[in-house]
């Protein structure tokens, strides 16, 4: 099983920062198949990013993915107050893991 | 626009099993891939199986393999997930997901509690 490891587990920055998140995966995997999500407390997850790079449907510019291989990453350019929210990384190969999660809270 | 509705909360003694359905509105459930994810009280995502599409065949958790059971009725578009064994460790959100290039769409969320 492929596990992917974010870091940090969390990021206390403020409105208007950029944030970087960071998932390792501890071996490679496609980049067509990872994906970033946003969750807020009481909802369902909501994709950000798939294929490693693309945004969702709906998702401002500010968020932006990258990476390949075993690393990928999720910057969000400039925080907005609804960014506060807990994310997880995604891969989907022969069988799909979560990352445990980076929580963005307000400094 | 497609749509998933999930069953409502369940409540389970240890060592029974729980069904949850997840309802496709809006397309055939026939086109969609199924996939199932929960989540344990303030912990993170966990992927539980689902259909790949890739090589036809149901693809499960390797942790849950034996216990698990994703189902399907295409005459009402109904989606379903089993659990057997159930523990304390299963409580949780159950969600529907189908897969595509990522979970872009989720049900609502099924909370199913084991406790004696």
């Known amino acids: 099983e492929i596990v992917l490891t974010q870091s940090p587990g969390t990021l206390s920055l403020s409105p208007g920062d950029r944030a970087t998140l960071s998932c390792r995966a501890s071996q490679g995997v496609s980049a067509t198949y990872f994906a970033w999500y946003q969750q807020k407390p009481g909802q369902a997850p909501r994709l950000l990013i798939y294929a490693a790079s693309s945004r969702a449907t709906g998702i401002p510019d500010r968020f932006s993915g990258s990476g390949s291989g075993t690393d990928f990453t999720l910057t969000i350019s400039r925080l907005e107050p609804e960014d506060f929210a807990v994310y997880y990384c995604q891969q989907f190969g022969r069988s799909s893991t979560f990352g445990q999660g980076t929580k963005v809270e307000i400094k | 626009q497609i749509q998933l509705v999930q069953s409502g909360a369940e409540v389970k003694k240890p060592g029974a099993s729980v069904k949850v359905s997840c309802k496709v509105f809006g397309y055939s459930l026939t086109e969609l891939s199924m996939h199932w994810v929960r989540q344990a009280p303030g912990k993170g995502l966990e992927w539980m199986g689902g259909?790949?599409?890739?090589?036809?065949?149901?693809i499960y958790a390797q942790h849950l393999q034996g216990r698990l059971s994703t189902t399907e009725d295409t005459s009402t578009d109904t989606a379903f997930m089993e659990l057997s064994s159930l523990t304390s460790e299963d409580t949780a959100i159950y969600y529907c997901?189908?897969?595509?290039?990522?979970?872009?769409?989720w049900g609502q969320g099924t909370l199913v509690t084991v406790s004696s």
């Open positions: 997901a189908p897969w595509g290039y990522a979970f872009d769409i």
């Open positions: 259909f790949d599409p890739e090589n036809g065949e149901k």
